[in-house]
């Protein structure tokens, strides 16, 4: 556990959501490359496993600000 606030999905205010993470490996040899993004990172991809919305990790809001969308 961090001290971190607990993150949610902005459409439906789920605490279900995903990050991805990528990674870099050279084709030729499968030697790794990078870590081109990593979980933290702002821009890594976010899945809501409730409601499949998705977006990026910069839109997940805490749990404290977590509101629905109005249709």
Do not use: F, Y
């Not at 949610?8 to 990528?22: D, L």
């Not at 050279?26 to 977006?55: F, I, Y």
Request: aromatic share 4%; with cysteine.
């Amino acid at each position: 556990m961090t001290n971190e606030p607990e993150l949610r999905c902005p459409s439906c205010g789920s605490n279900q959501v995903t990050v991805t993470e990528e990674t870099k490996w050279m084709v030729n040899t499968m030697e790794h490359w990078c870590h081109s993004v990593k979980a933290h990172d702002a821009d890594a991809r976010a899945d809501c496993l409730a409601c499949r919305w998705q977006g990026i990790r910069a839109q997940l809001t805490a749990a404290h600000q977590a509101t629905k969308e109005k249709p």
